[in-house]
């Protein structure tokens, strides 16, 4: 930590935070952009650097840009998912082993997709969810995507029916809205990030 810390006081740049960090509580900033409130306390949605702006009594994070390659087999990477078909969806890449990604890389997840995965069942996810997967071939410039680990899959969703949040029940999230049901492959950690709003203002 000590030679990142000389280099954030050289760049003048705030703390560096990864996702999930405690940031501040609720009574003393707000939560700004990339970020999200979970039990009172404002959490980063986005490695970079958080920003308190204390006028205004609000906490963002500013998104580090650090360099960063293509992406590689054995990457993780976190996007949103663009389009979605019974065996195929493609994912926006916006980061990349926790660095985000501003060169817009499009990953294609498929259904069978990795031979060795052990779990070949239908994409399950929609568009709009944010989800994390690992990058298992790089073919012709086109980065296929796996999401059979068991901490890959849907981070975020919401009801494809009518928009309110979602539970986890077992394999699938439930709308708390209408009683959806639906099937999703959840990252381990999902309930961590579906428990609060993801603030992407500005
Ligand atoms: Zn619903």
Redesign the pocket.
């Known amino acids: 930590m000590g030679e990142e810390e000389k280099l954030q006081k050289s760049k003048g740049k705030g703390k560096a935070v990864m996702p999930g960090d405690e940031l501040a509580v609720i009574e003393a900033f707000e939560a700004g952009s990339n970020t999200f409130v979970d039990n009172g306390e404002v959490r980063a949605l986005r490695v970079g650097y958080a920003e308190p702006d204390k006028k205004q009594r609000v906490i963002s994070v500013k998104p580090s840009r650090g360099s960063i390659g293509v992406p590689k087999p054995g990457d993780v990477i976190i996007g949103t998912v663009e389009t979605a078909q019974p065996s195929i969806a493609n994912i926006l890449i916006e980061e990349i082993n926790d660095q985000y990604s501003e060169a817009s890389f499009s990953g294609m997840l498929q259904s069978s997709g990795d031979p060795r995965a052990r779990d070949r069942r239908r994409v399950t996810c929609k568009p709009g969810d944010v989800v994390r997967a690992h990058v298992y071939s790089v073919k012709n410039s086109i980065y296929h995507l796996s999401v059979d680990r068991p901490e890959d899959g849907v981070l975020y969703t919401i ?1 494809s ?4 949040s979602v539970i986890r029940v077992r394999d699938s999230v439930k ?1 708390n ?4 049901l639906e099937e999703r492959k959840l990252a381990s950690d999902f309930d961590q990030y579906q428990t609060s709003t993801p603030q992407k203002a500005q």
């Open positions: 009801c029916q009518c928009g309110g709308c809205e209408c009683g959806y």
